[in-house]
């Protein structure tokens, strides 16, 4: 091993200029994977937080769809005891109204909700951006709905039910939840006044929650129905969002197929050089034969060869793909100045990107190490 060792080195640094050119061809490989690699992540990660990530990942809400959930908190405790994906859930209550400011009316979707427990599914202390949650007879309103009804912090709007019940709230801050449409739709206030409102006692509407694994949410959906009552139903985004999914696994594919090609490529690449190599070195392979060195040894010095060259392939490669994705952020900017794609890097990925690359190296060695253990050494020498 030591001496095989030895013998590859000295190949490769005989021919540094070729050397060089196969570690460059390898870490372009490996830079592609890895820039294409966390760029796809990155746009995923994106989208599914502009999607799902600030609103419920799996919902459980009546079957009928007038009724509502009175018995929530036994529920909430039965779905933590029973599926620990669960990292957040909270009890909701919905419902359409109007609200009054001036002289004009606005229909909007009231959202009485415990804070303290919606957070970790909205981010809403993260989108304040003036004045603080609601409490009592306040509601607090989006910055599109604020600029559009031309509204400020502690002002006095009226809420007004279908039914025609009506109440004066104050406006106690501004959010952005970061969708427009969210911002200009919802009026978010404490359970307790939506309640009042609408006379609806101690139930809900729903129960929302967010999971680990956004990837899960219809298995931990599935498992949630079984120990709920018959009487409630349970969503998730990925049913409720089949196109964004589709999109999500036609990216995954296209970037798994950019990297197999490239992986491809590489491997050819690294088997071409090294066979032209056994061609050059084939009478110094000759000698060593004729020395005493045996086939295994002959072969295993390719195999080091592919082995060294794509360690150091894989090394420059990654520090490339890293510069091109952090390039890649620094350039391609939105007009406010932020970042088209955010910067996802996935060491796990990275790790994988670097070994599959290094045991490609090394697999392609496997051709040119066949073809040196066949080499006869009194007809290389012969026929030099």
């Known amino acids: ?227 709920v009552p018959s009487s409630l139903k349970v969503e998730n985004w990925k049913d409720l969002n089949a196109s964004l999914l589709s999109g999500l696994n036609g990216q995954s594919i296209s970037s798994l197929m950019i990297q197999v090609f490239v992986l491809v490529s590489v491997v050819l690449g690294i088997a071409s050089v090294l066979a032209i190599s056994v061609a050059q070195k084939s009478r110094q392979l000759g000698i060593l034969k004729a020395m005493g060195i045996r086939d295994r040894i002959a072969s295993l010095i390719f195999l080091l060869q592919g082995f060294i060259l794509g360690i150091f392939g894989a090394i420059l490669g990654v520090g490339f793909g890293l510069g091109l994705a952090v390039a890649f952020t620094k350039f391609a900017l939105n007009p406010d100045g932020t970042p088209v794609i955010d910067l996802f890097i996935d060491p796990q990925f990275i790790a994988i990107s670097a070994l599959v690359a290094l045991a490609a190296a090394t697999l392609a060695a496997l051709i040119p190490a066949r073809s040196s253990s066949r080499l006869e050494p009194i007809e290389v020498i012969r026929n030099g």
């Open 1 to 227: 091993m030591k001496l095989a060792l030895k013998i590859a080195w000295r190949f490769l640094t005989s021919s540094k200029g070729q050397t060089i050119l196969i570690i460059l061809g390898i870490a372009i490989g490996v830079s592609v994977q890895v820039f294409i690699g966390s760029l796809i992540a990155g746009l995923q990660q994106s989208l599914i937080d502009t999607a799902v990530g600030r609103s419920s990942q799996i919902t459980i809400r009546p079957v009928n769809r007038d009724d509502r959930i009175p018995d929530y908190e036994a529920i909430i405790t039965k779905v933590k005891a029973t599926e620990p994906e669960i990292n957040s859930i909270s009890p909701v209550v919905d419902s359409s109204a109007f609200i009054l400011a001036n002289d004009s009316t606005y229909p909007t979707l009231l959202r009485g909700l415990q804070f303290d427990t919606a957070d970790g599914i909205y981010r809403i202390n993260e989108g304040i951006l003036e004045g603080k949650l609601p409490t009592g007879d306040q509601v607090m309103l989006g910055k599109e709905f604020m600029d559009e009804a031309k509204l400020k912090v502690g002002d006095t709007i009226s809420l007004v039910t279908a039914s025609g019940t009506k109440r004066d709230v104050t406006v106690s801050g501004i959010f952005d939840l970061g969708v427009a449409n969210l911002n200009k739709n919802w009026a978010l206030s404490e359970m307790g006044l939506v309640q009042s409102i609408f006379d609806l006692g101690d139930q809900v509407t729903s129960i929302e929650s967010q999971v680990s694994d956004v990837f899960t949410a219809d298995v931990v959906g599935a498992n949630i129905q079984k120990v």
